[in-house]
Nanobody, 122 residues
Framework: QVQLVESGGGLVQAGGSLRLSCAASGRTFSSYAMGWFRQAPGKEREFVAAISWRGDIRYYTDSVKGRFTISRDNAKNTVYLQMNSLKPEDTAVYYC???????????????WGQGTQVTVSS
């Protein structure tokens, strides 16, 4: 079992940047892929980005390509989501999660953090 704790969320103006972190403990961090998802009020949880355990495979949803970057530091047991050029529609609770391999479906992920709120004002 792995425990995931997200941090780095907050309130930012449109066009601004935030970097989310997800610290993992428990299982060997480098043995699994990581993903970021988000859920806005009244909407389903949606895929944002994923990264393989070595960091050599990365997936992004179309709406964040060119603006968000997922990365990981296996020595620190941490995955990051750098978010630039933020838009009001990026407002959501952001979650990190583990998976055997990079994937875009929520059902492909095993364990989830509690989430961190990101609010982008216009």
């Amino acid at each position: 079992q792995v425990q995931l704790v997200e941090s780095g969320g907050g309130l930012v103006q449109a066009g601004g940047s935030l970097r989310l972190s997800c610290a993992a403990s428990g299982r060997t961090f480098s043995s699994y892929a990581m993903g970021w998802f988000r859920q806005a009020p009244g909407k389903e949880r949606e895929f944002v980005a994923a990264i393989s355990w070595r960091g050599d495979i990365r997936y992004y949803t179309d709406s964040v390509k060119g603006r968000f970057t997922i990365s990981r530091d296996n020595a620190k047991n941490t995955v990051y989501l750098q978010m630039n050029s933020l838009k009001p529609e990026d407002t959501a609770v952001y979650y990190c999660a583990t998976a055997p391999r990079p994937a875009i479906g929520t059902r492909d992920y095993d364990e989830w953090g509690q989430g961190t709120q990101v609010t982008v004002s216009s």
